[in-house]
């Protein structure tokens, strides 16, 4: 991964520049999902967990994650913040099973990262946390990257 996001302009003549935000899938089996996640300018997602590993690298743009921690109550799980990281051109971070984190494009133009999930990223049961209440729900893909497309590369 460092060295396919070591060389942005190498990278963009095999799977393009990024013209439009989106979800581009590379590459989709039950043991790994490889996508092209091109991020909207300044756009934002809820707090989500991927319920696998996964590995990213950015290769134009930024991505500030921002990173959550479980907090047990009586009745429902909550998270509370437990740092964060700001990932730049040809910048690599590996995400535990657990991890749960927000994404932020803080750019006023695309950013886009090569996302590797150590399993099928889109049929895993997964978790995403109320912006206004961190209450925990059920993972939405719909409501969570709502205004960007999916797409499948021939």
Known sequence: MAR???DPAALMRVIGE???????????????TVVNLLWAPRQITLPHDHAMPALIGMYTGREDNFFWRRVANPTKFQIETAGGEALGVGDVTILGHDVVHSVVNPLCKISAAIHVYLGNFFEAERSMWSAETLVEEPYDMTKAIQGMPLQKRD
């Open 4 to 6: 396919a996001v070591s």
């Open 18 to 32: 990024p013209e439009k935000a989106g979800v581009q899938v590379l590459h989709k089996s039950p043991d790994l």
